[in-house]
């Protein structure tokens, strides 16, 4: 079994896990909950797509626009969800 | 195309990403679809701020928790089952690509239980907009694991018969399309399920 792959999953599920946690804390109303959770959420994105698709072995066009695409939805979806 | 030039390949130039270029042109069509649908999303959530709170404490987080981590497990699978591919371990690979199959499979079992719940309750596609963009996202979705599943057996059908027979670039492009159905319902999970 592949570590790297391993320890990626087992880093994305932990951030699952916290995404779930921050939800429960913005029932109080919290602003930046939303923001946080599509960071966790764009952190998840970043790393299917460089350590399980190899977009890392990728060339920077590639690279830089699905960095650029998960940002920017994750900003606008965390931003405007307040 | 053959294994030793699918190996060959530069994936450092621009025309050949991993899983071909055809395959990332539709995976950015894709997320501009659901990008647009999750704008959408906050859009009326933002002018029916309390319609869409109540309608997300209605959806099971529970079951949206535990899909996500069944999805990213079977993306993990099927990184595995590419790699194993690689090395020429071919029965490995075909371990593999079943647990990859058999994620998706739970997936698809729990959503499904998942709309029963929702259509039992009388939650329907038009309840109100926030279940409107629900359904169609997440059966949008779906559609693609399904898709996803019989491209999946596909492969799992050759590796059996004809392992070698296997262009290396058509399976790599096939789980491109799975870890798709990852990174889309990544950002579904959240918008949908915990951030309203």
Known sequence: MDRSLLITLIVMIALTFVGALFSKLGVGGLRWIPLAIMALASTKFILVAFRFMELNKAHVFWRASVVFICVLLAVLVGTLAN | ?196
């Open chain 2, 1 to 196: 195309m053959s294994k030793d030039e699918a190996l060959a390949i530069d994936h450092r130039n621009i025309f050949y990403p991993p899983g071909g270029i055809l395959l990332w042109v539709i995976i950015f069509v894709e997320l501009l679809t659901y990008g647009l649908g999750l704008l959408a999303l906050v859009h009326y959530g933002r002018l029916e701020p309390e319609v869409f709170h109540q309608s997300r404490l209605q959806l099971n987080t529970s079951i949206g928790t535990f899909n996500t981590v069944v999805l990213l497990t079977s993306g993990f699978f099927m990184a595995m089952a590419v790699k194993l591919f690689r090395e020429g371990k071919f029965a490995q690979a075909s371990t593999y690509l079943k647990l990859t199959m058999a994620g998706g499979g739970i997936f698809m079992v729990f959503k499904c239980y998942e709309y029963f719940e929702k259509l039992s309750a009388g939650v329907a596609l038009d309840e109100n907009m926030f279940f409107t963009l629900y359904w169609m996202l997440t059966v949008f979705h779906l559609a693609h694991v399904l898709v996803g599943m019989v491209i999946l057996t596909y492969f799992l059908v050759k590796i059996k018969k004809a392992a070698t027979s296997i262009d290396l670039l058509d399976l790599e492009s096939g789980a491109a399309f799975w870890h798709m159905c990852d990174v889309i319902w990544i950002l579904l999970f959240p918008a949908l399920y915990l951030i309203f």
